[in-house]
């Protein structure tokens, strides 16, 4: 039986280096393998945590969850300058609810070109996280997503599965460095070891599995897609559920998932 190893999910290895960032924990190991997305914020957080300047210019290029993101990481950062910019598109790409959410609880954001687009500048100071930020018909759920992941009080009537998914993975973050803390090791031995396997443990990718069943869809046979759980955090875990009409079936076992011809 093919075993078809996709890659880990985007959307939660983004949340999770934004976290190891903020909690001053290692930063899971990025290869060239995972996505371009994963790539350029790893980058940048690497950049800024390196980097012994006040001032630190950093060139996102059209990744715009780096851009949502690192708004409000960088808006955290005390005593720090960061300047965000990217190419020609993202100059283009809204970001002015988020800096208008960030401005309420006391963040420092000058934009350097057109109101309410990139690039922006960002003098990091102490953020009033425990006032209510509200932010209703978000034009991006990554703006929700940026402020809950630096742990901003923010409410939305947004029901989106990735606002979920941010909460979800918020709350698993924190238990795995309650159980650190709780470690009869150093403080940090823990929680460095399992930041350098996580990169191995993250969920894999189901918006990539939907090729695989589209494939058995209209050829036949099986396939294992390890990674991949049926109590997913993943909104597109939905596709299991679409391609059941269409005549694949899904199989959970402990390793991931098998498709096979209903």
Not at 154 to 162: G, I
Not at 205 to 234: H, K, M, N, R
Request: net charge negative; hydrophobic share 40%.
């Amino acid at each position: 039986m093919p075993r078809i190893f996709l890659p880990i999910s985007k959307s939660i290895a983004n949340r999770w280096l934004i976290l190891q960032a903020i909690h001053g924990d290692e930063l899971m190991p990025v290869s060239a393998t995972l996505p371009e997305d994963v790539q350029i914020l790893h980058r940048a957080l690497t950049t800024l945590h390196h980097s012994t300047q006040r001032y630190t210019t950093l060139n996102l290029s059209n990744c715009g969850t780096a851009m949502r993101f690192l708004t409000a990481y960088a808006a955290q950062l005390e005593n720090k300058v960061t300047v965000l910019d990217g190419v020609e598109r993202m100059r283009h790409r809204p970001i002015g609810q988020l800096v208008d959410a960030l401005r309420e609880i006391g963040a420092d954001i000058e934009y350097l070109g057109e109101e309410g687009f990139p690039p922006l500048r960002i003098k990091g100071c102490i953020l009033d996280k425990h006032r209510i930020v509200t932010l209703n018909n978000p034009q991006s759920t990554q703006f929700v997503s940026a402020l809950l992941l630096i742990g901003a009080n923010v409410q939305t009537d947004s029901t989106s599965p990735y606002i979920t998914l941010t909460r979800e993975i918020i709350e698993s973050y924190l238990q795995r460095v309650k159980r650190a803390n709780y470690s009869e090791q150093s403080e940090r031995t823990t929680a460095q070891r399992s930041t350098v396997s996580i990169a191995n443990e993250l969920e894999k990718d189901w918006s990539s599995a939907a090729f695989w069943y589209e494939y058995v869809a209209l050829y036949g046979g099986e396939i294992t897609l390890p990674g991949l759980f049926c109590d997913s955090l993943q909104g597109d875990k939905v596709v299991a559920d679409i391609f059941a009409h269409l005549g694949v079936h899904t199989t959970y076992t402990a390793e991931g998932i098998i498709l096979s011809p209903i």
